[in-house]
């Protein structure tokens, strides 16, 4: 097999820290170029990552007439997701996307029909499939060493790096852009929560029926609940319960965090706490302590994404479809819980009256 050359779109945080490394470290994938519409974002990747100027654009058609690559991977911000799909599906090039896939169903299926329509293949960029956890939990699953799943609890409570921080351009503390940005994109079930949304469906091998979401405003700030709840209804009967935050410690002197699967079977439980770094199964047959740090796998996604490449398949990535739905699921739900919230505040308005 030959080395697949990838360009990126995209050179925020998760590009410099994750992507740019994975696709350096993967001996499966070529660093080709980057294109950023934002010449300081691209300066510092440059000199971060030591990226020849000649693999820099800032003229997006000029990245993709000019940049030798067989393949994108956009980590660009969610409000751009479609955009450059819709740029990559023209110029023929398959596709990695970060989560979420889009904002909203309607632009998520326009994404999902041009690039099924062009036969350009679209992956989704949901790495937690590839940390060592899930798929160890994965396999956990497949040789049911829990028996049937019947419950999923799925914890990721985190402060999204705080209300307020020094801002990395002018070095100025004030309030955090980057978490503000998602609260307005829709909160933690349409950022985090995908990925959440994601793993229930790839573990249980079952479709999401019905849904429902509820919300917490921690800060009365933004329209989107900043703490967040999603209960799941699975084809097979299982159901899913996920809690993500960004409210969890947004205020407080220490980071924290909250980070646990639970899976009850009809045989034993499994349990990841990434505080504790282990996983353990309480089985009939076993009960095993695991050591286990990794939640993510950047690198292992770009392995597979250059073999997918080659075969025109792939097992293991989730496809454009799956990040539909899981779109589709963290915004309609995240609308209800603030339907819901705003019915209660107007009810709340009249009996005061
Ligand atoms: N999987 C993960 O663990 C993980 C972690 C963080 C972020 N993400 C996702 O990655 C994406 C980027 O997140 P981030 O934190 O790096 O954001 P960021 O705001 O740090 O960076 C986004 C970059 O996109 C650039 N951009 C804007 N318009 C563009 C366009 N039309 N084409 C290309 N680039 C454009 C911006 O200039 C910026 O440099 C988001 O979708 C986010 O949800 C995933």
Redesign the pocket.
Known sequence: MTTKKIGL???????TY?HVPAIFASELCDFAGI????PD?LRKIQEKHHISPDLCYTD?KKFFRECPMDAVSI????P??K??CLLAVKYGKPMLC???LALNEEDGRIMVDTAAKARVPLWM?L?VRFAPVAQKIYELIRRRAIGDIRSLRLIFNWSCHGQYKIDDDTGKYGINR?RE?RMFEGGPLI?TGTHQIDLARWWLNSEVVRYDGFGAWVENDYESPDHTWLHLDHENGAHTMIEVSFAYGHTTKETISEFIYELIGTEGVIRYDRNQKTIVIHGKKEDLRLPSDED?GFHAMYDEFARALDTGKSDILATGMDGLIATRISRLSTDEAINKHMLLNHQGAELKV
């Open positions: 779109l995209g050179s925020g945080i998760v590009a994750s294109f950023d519409p934002n974002q997006v980590a660009s911000a969610a751009a997701h955009e450059n970060e989560k979420p960029g790495v980057r940005g950022d993510r």
